[in-house]
Structures are given as C-alpha cells and as structure tokens.
C-alpha cells in the first residue's frame, strides 16, 4: 500500500517539468500557503478591528521579528515531504470547518426548517468539497486522520454550545453523518480497510506502543520527544526551543479558556482553533516530527496569545503602575527598536542568502551519494547493494536498475529487519554472517554527516575479501573479491 501516492505523483510531475529547481520553488509556495492558510483568520480579525493602521504595522513588527527567528531556527523542518500537503490540507480545515458548524448554530433563532433550507446548499456544496478533499489527503499521507479529528472536535464544540440553545435534531443529525463520512472516506479507495487502519499503526510506531513497535520510537530521532533529545544533547537549541513553545502555546491556551469572553462563553471557532492548539503542543512534546504541526498554528494564535498574556498579566496586578502604561511603554520600545529589528530580519536574510551560495549543485551532494551513485551505474555488480536509509531513496530514482536494501519507509519494514539494519554499525561480523546469506557484494557508506557506520567501513577495509572501488569527500564504495 502506498499512502504517498498522489504526493509522488505531483512532485514526480514538477519535477519533470523543471527539475529541482522548480521543485524548490514548488516547496517554497507550499509552505507560504500553509502560513497564510493559518493566519489568514487573525488577519481578518485585525481587520475587522481596525487595527490594521500605522500603529497597528508599528506593534506587527515585533511578531514579525520573532516569526524570522523561528523560521530560521527550525528552517530544516520545512521540506518537501509529505506533510507539508497534509498542512495545507489542515489550513483549509482551519479555515472552513469551525465556521461551517458555527453557522448551523447561529441560525438556531429563526425556525428550524427555515433555517435548514437557508443554508442547505452551500452547506451541501462545501461538505461535498470537504468530502474530496479528505480522499485526496488519504493518499497523500497517513496524517490525513488529522481531518476528522479536527471536523470532530468543531462539531463537539458546537454541540455544546447548542446546548444553550435551541437544538436542531435534524441539522445535528446530518453533521454526525457528515463527520462519521470524513472518517469513513479511507473505506472508499481500494485500499479500503488497509488504508483506514494505516493511521493507528503509525500511532503504534510513533509512541513504540507494542513491543514490535519500541524499536521505531526509540532508534529514529525525529520520532524522539524534544525533552529526550535535549537529554542526550541532540539538536540542543531547536529542542529546548520546541519546548518552551510547545509550553507557551500550552499555557496560553488555558489562560485564554478561562477567560470569561473566550472560554464556553465564546465562538465555536475561538474554542475549536484553542483546543488545537492544546493537540499540536502535544503532538510535538511527544516526537520532534511533530512540531510542523505545531508552529502554524501557533503563529496563527500568536496575535491572541499575545494579548491574553498581556490582559493576564494586569488582571493579577503584574504589570507596575497599571495595565495602560505597559502599553504605552510597550509601543515607545517597540517604535525606537523598528529599525533594529529590521536590521535583524535583514541580517537573517542575508545569512540565508549566502548560505544559499554554498550550494553549486541543486542537489546536496553532500548527504545523498551522487558521484558515487553514477560511478556504480557505470561499473555494476551481480549481487545486492547495502547502503544506509538516507541514501535509499536517492539511489533508487538515480539508478532503478540496481536493488537497494532500505530508504526512509521504516513503515514497510519489520522491527527485527530495523533492528539488524542497526545493528550492523555495532557488529561488523553480523553484517559479515549476513551479506553472505544475502547475497550482499557492494556496500555504499557516507564517510561524513552520520558518524554511525565508521566501525563498519574500516572492518571492511580491513578485511581481505572486501576492497575499496569508489571514494570521494562524502562516500565510499565497497566491493567484494572473487565474488
């Protein structure tokens, strides 16, 4: 089964079109619709509040800053994988789905049967639309459970607040039976219940809930919780940055509960965009992958989250000599530090500019063996090649014809495969036992950015039957004798 189907075959067309460079360009407006999806309702509150002024662009500034900080920071997150669909697919979401159930609600005033054939059809049509939408997503990666989480948690949020009100049985009934239809929709490709189970396995991986499954959520980093990282003291700054968002966005998400105008009391789009804030902090405090999920939509929130700390803060006398003149205080530091902040956003920029430089290729031929790979394409081999993941899925697009023992899909291997692939960096002489039985007589290897196969390589430099083919700067070949 091939979850990623409908992703590979729109990247495989851009790609065809123009290369990796239309891709990059592709991936770089990929990711401006997810930011733009997600703020685009705090932009139309700002507006609606006329606070899009000269002031208003004056205090922006600050936010904007921090934004160009955080995208620089975890710059590395946002890549062209899979994900990055599932977001935008979750920024329409966002978008349409608490205001979709907040207007069945707000037309509970009027007769029930008026107000049912009022909205019937555009309700149909978006629900319709949704509907598309979600069998799309379900092959275009296995996050798309996300959708009718998300569509369940507007309607829980809406039932409730019907509860105050009159209910209309009819109109409850048809979202039951359009929510029920979101999740039901895997059924309906022909996958069918292979496809509908495939959110619960990676669950399963992701948190090594069975024993089979332990291997995945302790061996893969991205599948590690930032705390664990920050412990063994990997990616020391991004994680501690991880948590002490994911914590803001936690606690400001209670403190805009409790308050009186934003709690049950307010919208069903406020409380539904709140409580998942409160799942995407948890998603990436559970696993560092996670926290693309996180960051749109905690700068989405962020304008909210602003003003609750701020009005938090008065409310408990925090603030000295009253809640006014912080504010005034606050947009004094914040007009004479416009130009230093610029400059800063300017400086990233430019830090980011050059760093583009280093690459003379579209290609990063330092984490994928590229020269390598068309040295081995021009001397083949009779056997079966063993090379680590990362390498894989470069390996089998350059050169198909030749067999690859494993690339980033740890979905479609074992745990006991997963645990020997890692075991061979700790114990040359069970690669040794097993190339034999596996008819392994070329082995490629990165000689840097991945310090885990040193042992492995210089066993096999070392040993008589294994010789040295191919080396540059990045990678090393490895052939065997008399084979």
């Known amino acids: 089964m091939n979850v990623h189907e409908y992703f590979q075959q729109i990247v495989a067309l851009v790609y065809n079109v123009g290369g990796s460079p239309l891709l990059v360009a592709f991936k770089a407006v990929l990711w401006g619709v997810v930011f733009a999806l997600f703020l685009w309702p705090s932009v139309r509150s700002l507006q609606k509040n006329d606070i899009a002024n000269t002031k208003g662009v004056k205090q922006s500034i600050m936010p904007l800053a921090l934004f160009a900080v955080l995208l620089f920071v975890f710059r590395f997150h946002l890549e062209m994988r899979p994900v990055v669909f599932s977001l935008v697919f979750l920024g329409i979401y966002w978008n349409v789905l608490p205001s979709f159930f907040e207007i069945s609600h707000s037309g509970m005033a009027l007769n029930c049967s008026d107000c049912f054939h009022k909205i019937y059809i555009s309700k149909f049509l978006v629900a319709l639309a949704l509907l598309v939408l979600q069998w799309v997503w379900c092959k275009c990666q296995g996050l798309y459970i996300l959708g009718p989480i998300f569509a369940s948690i507007a309607f829980g949020v809406g039932l409730f607040d019907s509860w105050k009100k009159e209910i209309c049985t009819k109109n409850t009934a048809l979202q039951v039976f359009f929510v029920i239809l979101l999740f039901a929709i895997p059924l309906m490709h022909r996958e069918g219940l292979n496809l509908f189970l495939y959110p619960f396995g990676l669950l399963n991986r992701l948190l090594g809930m069975s024993p089979s499954a332990v291997i995945f959520a302790s061996e893969i980093a991205e599948n590690r919780s930032p705390f664990t990282l920050l412990m063994v003291g990997e990616n020391v700054l991004e994680s501690m940055l991880m948590i002490v968002l994911c914590i803001i966005g936690l606690v400001v998400g209670v403190m805009k509960l409790r308050r009186p105008d934003s709690c049950v009391h307010g919208s069903i789009i406020e409380v539904t965009r709140t409580l998942w804030l409160f799942i995407a902090a948890i998603l990436a405090l559970i696993a560092e ?95 079966r090649l063993f090379n680590d993941d990362r390498a894989g899925g470069y390996l089998a697009f350059v050169n198909p014809s030749d067999s690859i023992f494993i690339d980033g899909r740890f979905i479609l291997k074992t745990a006991d495969f997963f645990e020997r692939y890692l075991n061979y960096s700790e114990s040359p002489q069970l690669f040794f036992q097993d190339a034999d039985s596996l008819n392994i007589d070329r082995v490629v290897l990165p000689l840097r950015y991945y310090a885990r196969w040193y042992l492995l390589i210089s066993s096999l430099d070392s040993d008589e039957n294994w010789n040295v083919s191919y080396r540059d700067s990045f990678f090393v070949v490895i052939d065997r004798q008399n084979h």
């Open 289 to 383: 992958r996670n926290f693309v999920l996180f960051l749109p939509v905690f700068f989405a929130e962020f304008p909210d989250c602003k003003q609750t700390f701020l009005h938090r803060m008065a409310s408990l006398d925090l603030i000295p000599f009253g809640f006014k003149h912080f504010q005034l205080i606050s947009r004094i530091l914040t007009t004479k530090c416009c130009l230093l902040i610029v400059a800063f956003i300017a400086f990233l920029l430019g830090l980011w500019g050059k760093s583009l430089s280093s690459y003379d290729s579209s290609i990063a031929y330092q984490r994928v063996p590229v020269a390598a790979t068309e040295w081995m394409k021009n001397h083949p081999h009779q056997g």
